[in-house]
């Protein structure tokens, strides 16, 4: 079957940095996507990872290791803003979307 | 350019009620996406048009659900008759193509509630 495993929730305080982390088990790789959702609304992109490595933009930066099925999304200076959920998605050997279940991450002042 | 749009953005109905939802994709975008997606959870595909032709329709629960994309642009969802299960968020999406890069952009959601 296939799978995305994020963790549930993660609290962090304001002005720190945070990771969240992705694995996941797919029938094939076309590239792995991660959104931010804040509550009550539509998700939206904030990056794209296809090739190993760390993907940087701005207070954002994505990273991929696709031998060891596992991406992490880092987040540094956090705002309260940035309080959301953060979803992680997996494109198969079918260019369909496969959806993690996300990660509320709370942030304190 | 504008975003996706979808309407109404809110729906409560009475279970073995029917609803239907609209969505108006990104202009130019050829692939239009139908999502549930239930509190706590991640978003779960329910049906994907590529023009207007059904690419994956295989979690759309075919006794109550349908959804149309007659002349290639936008789109309605329909449930009929709905049950309680049924309450959730309904999003749409849509990209260019359905390709790796593609980036899917969503709508603002419908929320349905089913009592």
């Known amino acids: 079957g296939q799978n995305i495993d994020q963790p549930t929730e993660m609290t962090a305080t304001e002005g720190a940095i945070v990771q969240i982390n992705c694995t996941y088990q797919?029938?094939?790789?076309?590239?792995l996507f991660w959104y931010q959702q804040h509550a009550g609304e539509a998700p939206t992109f904030l990056s794209y990872?296809?090739l190993d490595g760390l993907e940087e933009k701005g207070r954002f930066s994505s990273f991929l290791s696709r031998s060891k099925g596992y991406s992490y999304l880092l987040l540094k200076e956090l705002q309260m803003k940035d309080s959301a959920s953060y979803l992680c998605?997996?494109?198969?050997?079918?260019?369909?979307?496969?959806w993690g279940a996300g990660t509320k991450l709370i942030i304190k002042p | 350019e504008a975003g996706v749009a979808q309407s109404p953005r809110y729906k409560i109905i009475e279970k073995r009620q029917s609803v239907a939802f609209w969505c108006n994709p990104i202009?130019?975008?050829?692939?239009l996406y139908w999502y549930q997606q239930i509190l706590g959870q991640g978003p779960k595909l329910l049906i994907q048009?590529?023009?207007?032709?059904?690419?994956?329709d295989s979690q759309l629960p075919k006794d109550r659900f349908s959804a149309e994309r007659l002349k290639g642009v936008d789109s309605t969802l329909k449930i009929q008759p709905a049950k309680l299960e049924d309450s959730a968020v309904y999003l749409c999406?849509?990209?260019?193509?359905?390709?790796?890069?593609?980036?899917?952009?969503f709508g603002p959601g419908t929320r349905l509630l089913v009592l």
């Open positions: 202009s130019g975008h050829a692939t």
């Open positions: 048009f590529q023009n207007n032709g059904v690419v994956d």
């Open positions: 990872n296809v």
């Open positions: 999406a849509s990209s260019l193509g359905q390709g790796d890069v593609e980036t899917q952009y």
């Open positions: 998605a997996v494109k198969d050997s079918n260019y369909q979307l496969i």
């Open positions: 797919t029938s094939g790789f076309n590239g």
